[in-house]
Nanobody, 124 residues
Framework: QVQLVESGGGMVQAGGSLRLSCAPS????????TGWFRQAPGQEREFVAG????????MYADSVKGRFTISRDNAKNTLYLQMNKLKPEDTAAYYC?????????????????WGQGTQVTVSS
């Protein structure tokens, strides 16, 4: 079992940037494709971005394409989500998780080992 810890959330004005980080408490992220999801109050958890084990393949939700970048530094055993041009609708709790699939997946049910989340709030 891998326990993940997210960090880097906060409050920012629209148009600003944040970088989220995700690191495991034990074992290594390099064994798994990993992803970022988000959940706003009263909404279902939704896929944001995913990256393959080595980092050569990425996927993004249409709502964040061109603004967010997912990356991983396997030497540091850390996953990142660079978020630029933030919008109020990006406000949510952001979670990282590992995928049970070999390839990158957008499906919520394919992911395990959820972190506790980090809150991102974007003001207009």
């Amino acid at each position: 079992q891998v326990q993940l810890v997210e960090s880097g959330g906060g409050m920012v004005q629209a148009g600003g940037s944040l970088r989220l980080s995700c690191a495991p408490s034990a074992r290594t992220l390099t064994l798994y494709p990993t992803g970022w999801f988000r959940q706003a109050p009263g909404q279902e958890r939704e896929f944001v971005a995913g990256v393959s084990r080595i980092g050569g393949s990425t996927m993004y939700a249409d709502s964040v394409k061109g603004r967010f970048t997912i990356s991983r530094d396997n030497a540091k055993n850390t996953l990142y989500l660079q978020m630029n041009k933030l919008k109020p609708e990006d406000t949510a709790a952001y979670y990282c998780a590992t995928s049970a699939r070999i390839a990158v997946s957008t499906a919520l049910n394919d992911y395990r080992n959820w972190g506790q989340g980090t809150q991102v709030t974007v003001s207009s």
